[in-house]
């Protein structure tokens, strides 16, 4: 039996909570949100109402632990005086790391799986026209901003090949290994345009690290079961009403490893015939990814994070690390591989922009790019990294991003239910961040490239 003072305290938690949480009671019930979001929180120190009624609803709704939970609490809250209840924080650090394991219990009970899985095949799966003139400058910035950050860092240019009906003041400047952007190359040659650099081809300058030492990656994290074990174990028996499970030892990084670490030892092998594959047909059965609800998150509209098979996964991460690597030499106007010190430094300059540019007034323009992930193309992804990342890297793996995405089987499991789609055009978060990074730089660019304004970049590329 719960004592009346700890039964006090949840019931005071569970309305302070109710108040900032539960204010959608025809979407989620008050109650519900209450407990579990407060299972994360420190209780604050103001009167706390009397939650019997409230609690009482829930019951109807809770099972097994978490039933037996809520039933003590009531049972206790009517023996409590409100007027003499003092309350007090979870200090105890291993109590509340006791308490936050019951948010487990019931998965994502406040996410709506069936609307928000409709709406994410929708934005997926949804045509756009692209203009392919566009799409030829976004290449050229990407060049830019690599030839000029080499320069910057080794004071040459990077291994590349200068066609030539370029523009004089471009070749010149890859003669004399120099910024075209110089002002003093400038005065001499004249200005170089964004669009002289589809003359440029570049060549090979990195090496495309394969991640043989696997270790350092093994986080506890879920995985995706292979192609035909996803039909025989969730599609087919949730097409023949039959209850669908699996085994934790298949779907769970560490434990895939843990008892089967030969399994790892292909994953060269498979980044390579990645590489190899010009259609990747005959790698469709590690083309599965699963989607899952942002643990943590109390949304009602849940944000689907990708979990690849154990091959695929290490082949994305190792594409990811690389377009890290690139991001981090080349790239000073992106967030994504800078460490928490780093990020505060930024922020810290871009606060201070007036100093450095008195009598000038600077306007900040904040973009969120909402389900970003969702809405990149092959056409404005692949067409862009096959000319530059492909190139720099000497591999073909970059500019396979989006046609790996239209060769995956996505489901998404649901208790007895469940949702599932045949490729898809879109990507699904957490999966390419660095990738995307790398083409949404330029993309962001290329409207701007009429004003005659100095614009400073900062893309975070985290959503």
């Given at each position: 039996m719960w004592p009346a003072d700890e039964a006090a305290l949840w019931s005071h938690i569970a309305a302070r909570e109710s108040s900032t949480v539960g204010r959608r009671p025809d979407k989620v019930p008050t109650y519900w949100a209450a407990i579990l979001h407060s299972m994360l929180s420190r209780s604050s120190h103001r009167?706390?109402?009397?939650?019997?009624?409230?609690l009482h609803g829930g019951l109807e709704l809770s099972k097994g632990m978490l039933s037996c939970f809520l039933t003590e609490v009531i049972e206790a809250a009517g023996r409590i005086n409100y007027l003499k209840i003092r309350t007090k924080s979870f200090d105890d650090a291993v109590s509340r790391h006791e308490l936050t394991c019951l948010r487990k219990v019931l998965g994502h009970p406040l996410v709506d799986m069936e609307s928000v899985s409709y709406d994410l095949n929708r934005k997926v799966t949804e045509e756009y026209l692209v203009d392919m003139v566009k799409i030829e400058k976004v290449i050229c910035y990407v060049k830019?901003?690599?030839?000029?950050?080499?320069?910057?860092?080794?004071?040459?240019?990077?291994?590349?090949?200068?066609?030539e009906t370029a523009p004089?003041?471009?070749?010149?400047?890859?003669?004399?290994?120099?910024?075209p952007n110089t002002p003093r190359h400038v005065c001499n040659y004249g200005p170089v345009s964004i669009d002289a650099y589809s003359a440029v081809d570049l060549q090979s300058n990195m090496l495309f690290i394969m991640l043989e030492n696997a270790i350092p990656y093994l986080k506890n994290k879920t995985i995706s079961l292979m192609r035909n074990r996803v039909f025989a174990e969730y599609i087919n028996k949730l097409e023949q009403q039959q209850s669908s499970g699996h085994s934790w030892k298949?779907?769970?990084?560490?434990?895939?490893?843990?008892l089967n670490p030969a399994q790892l030892q292909d994953r060269v092998d498979y980044i390579k015939r990645y590489d190899q594959s010009p259609t990747l047909e005959e790698l469709t059965?590690?083309?599965?990814?699963?989607?899952?609800?942002?643990?943590?998150?109390?949304?009602?509209?849940?944000?689907?994070?990708?979990?690849?098979?154990?091959?695929?996964?290490?082949?994305?991460?190792?594409?990811?690390?690389?377009?890290?690597?690139?991001?981090?030499?080349?790239?000073?106007?992106?967030?994504m591989s800078l460490s928490e010190l780093d990020l505060v430094k930024k922020r810290h300059v871009f606060r201070n922009?007036?100093?450095?540019?008195?009598?000038?007034?600077?306007?900040?323009?904040?973009?969120?790019?909402?389900?970003?992930?969702?809405?990149f193309r092959r056409v404005t992804v692949d067409v862009v990294v096959r000319e530059t990342s492909d190139r720099i890297f000497s591999v073909?793996?970059?500019?396979?991003?989006?046609?790996?995405?239209?060769r995956t089987l996505v489901y998404i499991p649901n208790g007895q239910q469940g949702y599932y789609w045949q490729g898809q055009d879109g990507g699904i978060e957490g999966l390419n961040q660095g990738t995307w990074v790398i083409v949404y730089i330029a993309q962001i660019k290329t409207p701007l490239e009429g004003y005659r304004t100095l614009t400073i970049y900062y893309v975070k590329g985290m959503t």
């Open positions: 009167p706390a109402p009397d939650l019997r009624k409230q830019e901003n690599y030839i000029r950050n080499h320069i910057a860092r080794y004071g040459t240019w990077p291994p590349c090949n200068i066609e004089r003041a471009l070749i010149r400047a890859h003669e004399l290994g120099i910024d298949d779907t769970r990084l560490l434990l895939a490893y843990l059965d590690y083309l599965v990814i699963r989607v899952v609800p942002k643990e943590k998150e109390l949304k009602v509209q849940y944000r689907g994070f990708g979990c690849k098979t154990l091959e695929d996964r290490f082949r994305s991460l190792a594409q990811e690390k690389n377009a890290m690597r690139y991001l981090d030499e080349y790239s000073h106007e992106q967030a922009l007036y100093k450095a540019y008195r009598g000038h007034r600077i306007l900040y323009v904040l973009i969120h790019a909402k389900a970003w992930n969702n809405h073909n793996i970059f500019s396979k991003t989006h046609l790996a995405y239209q």
